[in-house]
């Protein structure tokens, strides 16, 4: 075969002759179903991400979907993975579609703003918060989730997380503030017009320490669509540990801490 032959061949197959980008043909559409309870965003086209984006302030992913390569290239659930962006204290990512493959989503380190993120399909987990001080806010504005094996949000912080305008379907928790982290503290968690379709494999909406004091709050309205599974808490309390210990499970239902009614949770 002539060196031309080659060449045109490896660009039919889609595969790059040289450097190291990757092939370039389209991947698999994996966009979740939209319904008429969601509208999943189209991709406006794809970024692969080897190794994780720091965000310092701000970054627009303009409807992209980025999906794990190399190190990142796992929906595995193991713990300790890397995540596809890192945000420092304050930053904001906007506009990003995370595909599948994602790893371990995204970390935040003190206050940030997730603003109409999107996960076709999360990894490990969609997101995890390490607020330093008790008033940083971490806020996730729109966007979506999907094929959360376990959590969706994981708050191994301090402070308060907002929820608002979010839908969540195929999940195990939609939050959990972390019931075993090393430095554990009273966290709150504010959910905002958030809609969940809940799965057979779902276990509550939120997670919540009772003897740290944690807290769930509901403005707005959030629907919680419950027919695979009746009988799927709101609020799921446990007893919380600092010993990397497994938590035990406690009470469901609403108390002084996660106080919610038909008019603020609607569950159907
Ligand atoms: O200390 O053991 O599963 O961030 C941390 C905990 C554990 C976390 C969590 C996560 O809860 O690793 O994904
Ligand atoms: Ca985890
Ligand atoms: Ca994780």
């Not at 370039?24 to 994780?52: C, H, L, M, Y």
């Not at 720091?54 to 929906?75: A, E, I, P, W």
């Not at 019931?179 to 554990?184: F, K």
């Amino acid at each position: 075969m002539t060196t031309l032959r080659a060449l045109s061949l490896v660009t039919l197959l889609g595969l790059s002759a040289c450097g190291p980008e990757g092939p370039t043909f389209p991947r698999a559409n994996t966009t979740p179903a939209s319904s008429p309870i969601v509208k999943w965003p189209t991709p406006t086209g794809e970024k692969q991400v080897d190794a994780t984006i720091r965000v310092l302030t701000h970054f627009d992913g303009k409807m992209q979907r980025f999906y794990g390569v190399d190190d990142l290239g796992t929906s595995s659930q193991d713990e300790n993975q890397d995540p596809m962006f890192r945000l420092s204290d304050n930053a904001v990512l906007e506009n990003v579609i995370i595909g599948d493959p994602a790893a371990d989503g995204i970390h935040c380190y003190g206050s940030c703003t997730l603003k109409n993120v999107w996960w076709e399909r999360v990894g490990e987990d969609a997101a995890t918060f390490r607020g330093q001080m008790p008033d940083d806010v971490m806020l996730i504005d729109r966007g979506g989730a999907s094929g959360a094996k376990d959590k969706v949000f994981q708050n191994n912080g301090v402070g308060t997380m907002i929820v608002k305008d979010f839908y969540v379907e195929n999940f195990g928790k939609l939050y959990r503030s972390c019931g075993n982290c090393s430095r554990q503290s009273a966290r709150t968690i504010v959910l905002e017009n958030v809609t969940a379709l809940v799965g057979k494999k779902s276990s509550c909406l939120v997670g919540l320490n009772e003897n740290y004091g944690d807290r769930a709050i509901f403005k707005g309205l959030n629907r919680v669509f419950v027919d695979a599974k009746p009988s799927f808490p709101v609020c799921q309390r446990f007893l919380g540990n600092a010993r990397g210990l497994e938590p035990s499970k406690t009470t469901t239902g609403p108390d002084r801490n996660c106080v919610y009614d038909g008019g603020s949770v609607v569950v159907e």
